[in-house]
């Protein structure tokens, strides 16, 4: 099996409606923040989503790069760039960051330029009738320059790779919410197995966009509001975190490990719950523990009514013989639905509650602060498409 305790996760890196870095999140839900804004042009296409979860679009400076990058990228490529520079610029990560040993492993929805408006399709199609320069001028007006480009989920990676000189091992996965522990799990699987000597770990949302939820909606969406936002952090080697005791990563960061991870694939309807279930049980297998050993439980977004359905069942069969649940919370009070991205930020979360002792409790009309009573975390991911994952996170004393 592989060595995970050789890996340390450090240097989040956040941006979501409530701020631009995890504590600014964690108090936004404690204080019950109001962190939405009306979004009129959602009014009409998107059932119950008068208030949705926006994040500032990141500006060139801001993002450390020349105006011409923001030409060749959209809103969510940006808003990803932007996570990583809050993950490698900040006080988690010491030393040079870069090279062939660095990696770079990204969750990210499948489209981040938006499509074509549907007159714009029905105006195609009557043009094609006509003459094919018809066709060319309506497409040259429709199509905003560039789009080509912004339409491809290498962009994201692209820009972030060119601006920190990541040239180790890469990889992306898309496009719903397992994407983004799907990404964790095979960063740090890089750096145990010395594939990189460091891994950048990241996800982010959709943008949010009217044609987003026609896109969802044959996938079951409930109707939840969306949000936007990026999630980051940087999986090291356990001596290039520890090695100065004295530094930043030490005093002020969060360091923690993976401890154990399960995943599962395509199930449907009655075998989605029983596939949660074996990735809970899989995961808390290889961190060496059980039910009773886990602290708090961040649960996957309920977006799909099965999804939601399907983790109240698997937590019910894995913690309901145990005689009692953990604090069971998560972020959208505060975010909205962030897609591949919304799990991953619940690491963050997790990483913070697990570096200072806390927890985040959700009794349905509030959330309060509590004490952790074991240093683990449980977080889980639950794909549209049968795709689940879970992770048992633990305090790097543990």
């Known amino acids: 099996m592989t060595n995970l305790d050789r890996v340390r996760l450090t240097a989040p890196g956040l941006y979501t409606a409530a701020g631009a870095d995890t504590a600014s999140l964690w108090e936004a839900l404690v204080a019950g923040k109001d962190t939405g804004r009306p979004y ?21 400076a801001t993002l450390g790069v020349h105006r011409r990058v923001l030409r060749t990228s959209e809103k969510q490529a940006r808003t990803a760039l932007y996570g990583a520079r809050l993950a490698l610029t900040g006080a988690g990560v010491t030393g040079p960051v870069g090279g062939e040993g660095w990696g770079l492993y990204l969750g990210l929805p499948t489209v981040d330029e938006q499509l074509l408006r549907f007159a714009a399709l029905d105006g195609l199609r009557r043009a094609a009738d006509d003459s094919p320069g018809a066709v060319a001028a309506l497409y040259g007006r429709e199509v905003p320059p560039f789009s080509g480009l912004s339409h491809l989920n290498s962009t994201a990676a ?84 520890v090695a100065a005791p004295d530094g930043p990563a030490a005093r002020d960061v969060p360091a923690v490990r993976l401890a154990g991870y399960g995943r599962g694939f395509g199930a449907d309807g009655a075998e989605l719950t029983e596939a949660l279930t074996e990735a809970v049980r899989a995961a808390l297998a290889m961190a060496g523990t059980d039910a009773a050993g886990i602290g708090w439980v961040l649960p996957d977004a309920g977006w799909t009514a099965a999804g939601e359905q399907a983790q109240r069942a698997a937590l019910g069969q894995v913690f309901g013989p145990a005689g009692g649940w953990p604090a069971v919370a998560g972020a959208g009070r505060a975010t909205g639905v962030l897609g591949p991205a919304h799990p991953l930020a619940h690491v963050l979360l997790a990483l913070h509650g697990l570096a200072t002792g806390r927890l985040l409790a959700d009794d349905g009309e509030t959330v309060r602060e509590e004490p952790l009573p074991v240093s683990r975390a449980l977080v889980l991911a639950c794909g549209a498409r049968g795709q689940v994952c879970a992770v048992v996170l633990e305090g790097a004393g543990s």
Do not use: C
């Open 40 to 60: 009129e042009p959602l009014a009409d296409t998107w059932p119950g989503a008068g208030t949705v979860f926006l994040v500032d679009d990141p500006d060139a």
């Open 158 to 241: 692209a820009h972030i790779s060119a601006a920190f000189g990541l040239t180790g091992a890469m990889a992306a996965y898309s496009p719903f919410s397992d994407a983004g522990l799907a990404a964790l799990v095979d960063g740090v699987l890089s750096v145990a197995e010395g594939e990189n000597e460091a891994a950048v770990i990241g996800a982010v949302s959709p943008k949010v966009h009217p044609l987003l939820f026609p896109q969802y909606e044959e996938l079951g969406w409930t109707g939840a509001a969306p949000g936007e936002g990026a999630a980051f952090l940087v999986a090291r080697r356990t001596q290039d975190v």
